[in-house]
């Protein structure tokens, strides 16, 4: 049995198709990354650099949208964000790192949706840790921000937000009010 799962290994390994790499340039346009050389939409893993040179990010498109890995890195090389796309919707598992590799937030998504780790569209007030021990509250409504939040030091607000179907509005929109209370 362990040399037929090796021998299947090795086939696939073998058959899987090499992703083209690019560097650039590209043009954006309705939201599709096209290759500016080609004007065709990016099929493969498109890299951007920072100005010094050092990789900024890596990321893997289909058509022109993300689709599948996408990597942002610090301009040490160090990880800042690891997430899956799905046609160019976030789905799946988000990671966000301090420039030391520490995780600070783990956030999950549906088809762009903010989700549980089950998969399950968010609703209602999450909290979350931030780097630096501040508190962020936030409502949701069936995976969309939607209502007042903010973020928090112990009892002090330091910043707050309002959102109606992940729309932002200005905080004191009399659509935040009803869910101002109870934060």
């Not at 037929?4 to 650039?24: D, K, N, P, R």
């Not at 346009?29 to 004007?39: K, S, Y």
């Amino acid at each position: 049995m362990k040399p037929l799962l090796i021998a299947m290994f090795l086939l696939v390994t073998a058959c899987a198709e090499e992703l083209e790499v690019f560097s650039g340039p590209y043009l954006t346009r309705d939201g599709v990354l096209f290759d500016q050389e080609t004007n065709q939409p990016i099929t493969g893993i498109a890299l951007r650099h920072y100005d010094s040179g050092e990789l900024m990010a890596k990321t893997e498109y289909l058509s022109g949208l993300r689709h599948g890995v996408n990597k942002e890195f610090y301009l040490d090389g160090q990880l800042a964000r690891l997430e899956t796309y799905q046609s160019g919707l976030r789905h799946g598992s988000t990671e966000t790192f301090s420039k030391y590799g520490v995780l600070v937030v783990s956030r999950n998504y549906s088809m762009g949706l903010r989700a549980d780790q089950n998969g399950n569209l968010l609703t209602g007030l999450v909290e979350e840790k931030t780097e630096g021990g501040a508190i962020e509250k936030r409502r949701f409504k069936d995976g969309l921000q939607d209502g007042y939040g903010g973020r928090y030091i112990g009892s002090w607000q330091w910043k707050d937000w309002c959102y109606r179907a992940d729309e932002y509005l200005e905080p004191d929109d009399p659509y935040c009010d009803a869910t101002r209370d109870n934060m």
